[in-house]
């Protein structure tokens, strides 16, 4: 619960010592409720009221970061059950799950292909962002030996995942430097393992199989005795279950009211082909903050990561891709030049309707804040003005030889203008709607009789 | 106003209406079953604070015409009954188990074979005649063209409760009177918006067509192309919906394999760009992907092409009905 000014100053020791750089505790009140002060200014407050402040300062759920340097991973910190209500924030982290029981070969390509993935994509970069290595072998010497090859072959922060406390100890020694994530602590030996997280102050999973009141009891547990950086792994059974149980953890941690809830949530990816993308997928529409896929597969990677990308965009925000003009096929200077918005739907949309039709295109994508076309039209901000400026800044005035441009159907409006802000240019009217692109431009071209408009 | 999820699963006052698509001869059609969708009073597989009595169905999509522009991957499994729709109805049918059939009828439109309504009505009479499960009919897109064909397929489809799509803000008057007087069921679709879903519900229900023959089309994007804007208006609708707003609640349906098999992550050859991996298993999965996710924002519906990818969505669907 976020204090107000007022509950602040209650807990204010009320000296009114100016020490603070404020002239009352009251006043100090009122910046620390605006987050325009610290707390660490005020010399005389008390523990009892620190702690209440702190609670009351710290997120519902807690942001803890995975590996170190520029590849490190921050997960939760989650605000809202519904992405709609303010944003995602922490993207769910994808790892892909090697184990030390496999062939060199098949690890090394393995690896290879988890780390070489690289995709630019709506102007951001997908790439996976951990790896797991999991130990299946009950041999110490042979996971920590997996853990060196992945560390030498692979820059991603790590999750180390084992039941068997020498062998966690072991890939600690290895790998406990580079603050890895470590995924061991089960019911039957959970403070054996708490304490090795707390020895490397590494992050640390909590699993209990007994449903999710006894998962956080656990997490209590192991909070107390020092470990700080937690994420809780409910054994769902099945897809349904594991919505249950990740929307009440969830709910439970936004509410406050739940000890032991507050931390982010962590599933595995269970099962080859589909089964395994299903699963993953379920987890990042609904709250996973990291998702261990079990049998990766390189197919798997562009869909997942989209849709991740997908269900962390803020919604509030209109996606935007940058203004400029984008060659759509084997475009030349003499191929048809067409014009819209730069929100990323408008121009997903259109520039894959172009593609669809064949006929390599050149696409001037204006600068309207990222709002669609009409929305753009209506608010002025993409009209014949516009269009022009953006024509003639982008120096399509002399090397357009056939001087035509498309429009979009719904400006059909300002074709008129347009041909007087451009001298000499011919103004053609294109569909209203993007799927209908492919039969437009297919009939401009047989009435022109030619390949290119 | 924020809904409040934890108030909310303590009343279950409101709920999803109960939509039937096909009639059996009970209730004057000839169809083997009925099915039935929505009438759940909680969030998409709450099972645990609320009742959820229908699962969510997939259609099989099938086209009046041989659908020249369907992606290579997702028209191959058809590839043998691609020009021939009863073939292909009753093959998904018989061989894979369809439950519902969403008749496409592109070959209506001006700019393609620009097949009359009559020819229409012919082909959905044949079907219906060959064919036992419940049908979607769904026109070439909003216009005259569409009232026309979407009148006559209704008149020939009379008293089987089939589908009709759809209904837009523009034309909804000619396809609601059509699903009215042959006592079909009708899909409202809007462009992505909470408001104009709710506007269009409206119109619809001023007309005195009943709310439980209304399924909501909210517009879908394909993963990647607009999906996070479906999902969030979904979401959106189904929780106002639950919160009492009697004009918001209908079921979903989710038009998922036209926008999926289009897009170009399902169609770029892995020799274009290796790292996107094995491009069949790649665009099945686009289409599991956004299927699922759908899914999880409540679809009642999903109309869908791939058979790899229906079966992969039929089983998260068994495993999201289990009771929790």
Request: proline share 6%; glycine share 8%.
């Given at each position: ?85 303010k944003t995602f924030f922490h993207k769910t982290a994808l790892a892909a799950q090697v184990d030390d029981a496999m062939e060199r070969d098949e690890l090394l390509s393995r690896l290879q292909l988890a780390c070489s993935f690289l995709v630019e994509r709506a102007g951001e970069r997908l790439a996976l962002d951990l790896i797991a290595v999991k130990e299946t072998s009950g041999a110490p010497e042979r996971f920590a030996e997996t853990i060196r090859t992945v560390q030498e072959k692979c820059p991603l922060p ?296 | ?324």
């Amino acid at each position: 619960m976020k204090l107000t000014g007022l509950q602040i100053f209650k807990l204010l020791p009320n000296k009114n010592c100016k020490e603070c750089g404020s002239q009352t505790c009251l006043a100090f009140a009122m910046k620390l409720a605006a987050k325009q002060a610290k707390l660490d200014a005020c010399p005389y407050v008390s523990d009892e009221a620190r702690e209440k402040l702190g609670a009351a300062a710290a997120p519902p759920i807690r942001l803890v970061s995975i590996g170190t340097g520029d590849r490190a991973v921050s997960i939760g910190e989650e605000l809202v059950m519904f992405r709609h209500e303010k944003t995602f924030f922490h993207k769910t982290a994808l790892a892909a799950q090697v184990d030390d029981a496999m062939e060199r070969d098949e690890l090394l390509s393995r690896l290879q292909l988890a780390c070489s993935f690289l995709v630019e994509r709506a102007g951001e970069r997908l790439a996976l962002d951990l790896i797991a290595v999991k130990e299946t072998s009950g041999a110490p010497e042979r996971f920590a030996e997996t853990i060196r090859t992945v560390q030498e072959k692979c820059p991603l922060p790590l999750v180390l995942i084992s039941r068997n406390a020498l062998c966690i100890s072991a890939g600690l020694d290895v790998a406990g430097s580079s603050r890895p994530l470590l995924w061991g602590a089960e019911i039957a030996h959970a403070d054996e393992v708490a304490a090795l997280a707390k020895r490397f102050s590494v992050p640390l999973v909590v699993e209990g199989p007994g449903g999710i009141d006894e998962l956080t009891a656990l997490a209590c547990r192991v909070e107390q005795s020092g470990v700080e950086d937690i994420l809780l792994a409910p054994m769902s059974d099945g897809a349904a279950t594991r919505l249950r149980d990740f929307t009440l953890l969830r709910r439970r941690a936004l509410s406050r009211s739940f000890p032991g809830t507050g931390f982010p949530l962590i599933m595995s990816a269970r099962g080859s082909g589909y089964e395994g993308a299903v699963a993953a997928a379920g987890g990042i529409c609904k709250y996973a903050s990291v998702i261990v896929i079990e049998e990766p597969a390189l197919w798997e990677y562009l869909p997942l990561l989209t849709l991740r990308q997908n269900i962390y965009t803020d919604p509030q925000k209109p996606l935007q891709v940058d203004p400029g003009i984008y060659r759509i096929g084997e475009a030349a200077e003499d191929s048809p030049l067409l014009v819209t918005t730069n929100f990323s739907l408008t121009y997903f949309m259109v520039s894959t309707e172009i593609e669809a039709s064949e006929i390599p295109s050149r696409l001037l994508v204006t600068d309207a804040e990222g709002q669609s076309v009409l929305t753009a039209w209506a608010a002025g901000k993409f009209n014949a003005e516009v269009i022009a400026k953006a024509v003639t800044a982008h120096g399509l005035t002399t090397s357009v030889p056939h001087r035509r441009i498309i429009i979009p159907g719904y400006v059909a409006m300002i074709s008129g203008d347009l041909e007087d802000k451009l001298p000499g240019w011919n103004v053609m009217v294109g569909p209203q709607e993007s799927a209908d692109i492919p039969a437009y431009m297919k009939d401009v071209c047989k009435k022109r009789g030619q390949a290119t408009l | 106003m924020p809904y409040n999820y934890m108030e909310i699963q303590k009343k279950s006052t409101s709920h999803i209406h109960a939509v039937r698509i096909g009639n059996t001869p009970v209730d004057g059609g000839t169809r083997a079953f009925s099915l039935e969708i929505g009438g759940q009073n909680c969030l998409p597989f709450h099972h645990f604070e609320g009742t959820y009595p229908n699962r969510p169905i997939v259609a099989w999509e099938v086209t009046d015409v041989r659908p020249h522009d369907w992606c290579d991957t997702a028209a191959e499994p058809y590839l043998d009954v691609l020009d021939e729709p009863i073939a292909w109805a009753r093959s998904v049918v018989e061989r894979r188990g369809a439950r519902l059939i969403c008749l496409t009828l592109r070959g209506t439109h001006p700019d393609r074979e620009n097949r009359s309504g009559a020819e229409a009505a012919e082909l959905v009479t044949r079907l219906l005649r060959e064919v036992n499960v419940p049908l979607i009919i769904k026109g070439a897109g909003p216009g005259e063209k569409q009232n026309q064909v979407l009148s006559a397929c209704a008149e020939a489809a009379q008293g089987e409760r089939c589908l009709l799509a759809s209904a837009v803000e523009e034309h909804y008057k000619t396809p609601v009177a059509s699903a009215m007087a042959y006592g079909h069921a009708v899909i409202a679709e809007t462009p992505i918006d909470v408001n104009l879903c709710k506007q269009l519900n409206i119109l619809i229900s001023d007309l005195h067509f009943p709310p439980d023959r209304i399924v909501i089309d909210p517009l879908t994007g394909g993963l990647g192309y607009g999906m996070e804007y479906t999902y969030s208006v979904m979401e959106r609708i189904r929780l106002q919906a639950l919160d009492g707003d009697a004009m918001m609640q209908m079921p979903f349906i989710c038009f998922v394999g036209q926008e999926v098999w289009k897009v170009k992550e399902v169609k770029v050859p892995e020799e274009k760009e290796p790292l996107w991996g094995d491009r069949k298993k790649r665009g099945i999965l686009w289409e599991i992907a956004t299927a699922a996710s759908l899914l999880y924002a409540g679809a009642d519906i999903l109309v869908m092409r791939h058979p790899d990818a229906i079966a992969a969505v039929e089983k998260t669907i068994d495993e999201l009905m289990v009771k929790t």
